[in-house]
């Protein structure tokens, strides 16, 4: 909560839903001073649960006629928010292929050990500040899709339509509850101090009673369209939307950076269903000539049981080991990157407990805090059907097995990005935009 939320709060003064204060926006006829902009952004959990308000089946309704009735609730531009996935997947990529290279040099960075931890669920980052402080260091620097994408549309689109990012509304469609406190963190405005990135976030259930009570039949629209320049994504981006998404969404574009060659599946179904935890190793050959291949060369090189005991960082909670490599098993030289999924907060605390313990030793973690991820977040439409998350997440796998781009380092827009904006993962200008800090006992104590 905001320190002005909080004053309100304290006031007595009971605030306003912010899909009133956004239908209050869209309401305003668009000749009317002080109209905004207003714009939309829609998560992949959204399109596959957003159906289910109709009555019909996860999935049942497209993208396309869920575009098409933001625009006619009034919205002037829609966006995609699997935009700001694969803008997550080129940061957080980049961010782990950092943290190994500095870890293979033996200078690691105090405030970068590994295992690095997802930062994209806002319940796991308010879990991590309030009960884990200690692991602050260890989560991604990385904003998460939302708050990328409300960073882009107040800078870079902003910038394009040479509009003040004051005069634009921002608004996220969410399957989660906590993606409001999210957006009401004080520093996230990047367009303009005091302008926030996102002002507000309806749920996915909310935007279903909107389209009902304002009679636009979901289900009977003809197919819209997302605008350009933030409203295209790939298939690794909707992956998203279900525990396990991210890491493998993560995985696919990682792996091509270390080794300079796509991977050879990218289904990746280790990571995949519903358990409470799940593991997973996968094998990465740098390209021959790299800095990387270098690196592990050197390491393999130098590595003995002495050595290998020494590169122990112990100054943190959780010890990594110097991370594992496989020359034994194949003679090429490679890394074995060690991941782990969590899919609910109770298997995460477990997870943490066998970490610490030296039980349990990764590189990589997702945590999402809903069990089944995104797809079964708080604010998406109640069902009587227990499996409705597991079709969910089919219809969600669905979708990436349709995308004509499945990597998100591939998806043209996001190249664009780079380069008429950002530069490349990771520059300054990145990490002004899109990467983030977290506060120990949480924002409101910033």
């Keep these: ?41 829609v998560a992949p959990a959204v399109r596959v649960a957003i159906a289910e308000s109709f009555g019909l089946a996860p999935g049942a309704t497209t993208p396309g006629q869920l575009a098409e009735g933001l625009r006619r609730l009034g919205f002037d531009h829609v966006f995609d928010t699997l935009f700001g996935a694969d803008l997550t997947i080129m940061e957080e990529g980049t961010e782990l292929v950092h943290r190994l290279k500095e870890h293979l040099e033996a200078h690691p960075h105090s405030d970068e050990p590994l295992p690095m931890f997802t930062s994209c669920c806002p319940g796991w980052i308010a879990m991590t500040e309030k009960s884990y402080p200690e692991l602050i260091p260890y989560l991604s620097s990385c904003k998460s899709p939302q708050m990328m994408l409300g960073a882009m549309v107040k800078t870079y689109f902003a910038e394009k339509k040479g509009i003040p990012a004051r005069d634009i509304c921002m608004v996220s469609v969410m399957p989660c509850v906590r993606k409001q406190g999210e957006a009401d963190r004080e520093w996230f405005c990047s367009g303009e101090a005091g302008v926030r990135d996102v002002d507000h976030v309806i749920t996915t259930a909310e935007l279903g009673n909107i389209f009902k009570e304002r009679n636009i039949p979901l289900p009977e629209l003809p197919e819209g369209h997302f605008d350009n320049p933030l409203g295209e994504g790939s298939g690794a981006g909707v992956l ?207």
Aim: charged share 25%.
């Design 1 to 41: 909560m905001s320190r002005a939320s909080l004053a309100a709060a304290a006031a007595g003064v009971k605030a306003e839903p912010h899909w009133k204060l956004a239908l209050a926006e869209l309401d305003k006829p668009h000749d009317s001073p002080g109209r905004k902009v207003v714009i939309a952004q």
């Design 240 to 446: 998203f939307g279900t525990t396990g998404g991210v890491m493998e969404a993560a995985l696919r574009t990682a792996y091509e950076i270390v080794t300079k060659q796509p991977m050879d599946r990218l289904n990746f179904a280790e990571v995949r269903g519903m358990d409470g935890i799940k593991e997973a190793e996968v094998n990465m050959v740098p390209a021959p000539g790299s800095k990387f291949a270098e690196l592990v060369a050197a390491r393999l090189a130098k590595k003995t049981e002495d050595e290998a005991a020494a590169s122990v960082t112990t100054a943190g909670p959780i010890h990594w080991d110097g991370g594992k490599g496989f020359s034994e098993e194949d003679g090429q030289g490679g890394l074995t990157l060690r991941i782990a999924v969590a899919n609910g907060l109770g298997n995460a605390k477990k997870l943490i407990t066998k970490m610490q313990a030296g039980e349990a030793k990764y590189d990589f973690v997702e945590v999402m805090a809903c069990p089944a991820g995104c797809v079964g977040g708080g604010g998406q439409p109640r069902s009587q059907d227990k499996q409705i998350t597991a079709k969910r997440q089919a219809a969600v796998y669905s979708l990436d097995e349709r995308s004509k781009v499945r990597r998100s380092h591939e998806n043209p827009a996001i190249q664009q990005l780079y380069a008429e904006f950002l530069g490349e993962p990771m520059s300054h200008k990145a990490h002004d935009l899109l990467h983030t800090h977290y506060v120990a006992g949480g924002a409101e104590m910033e």
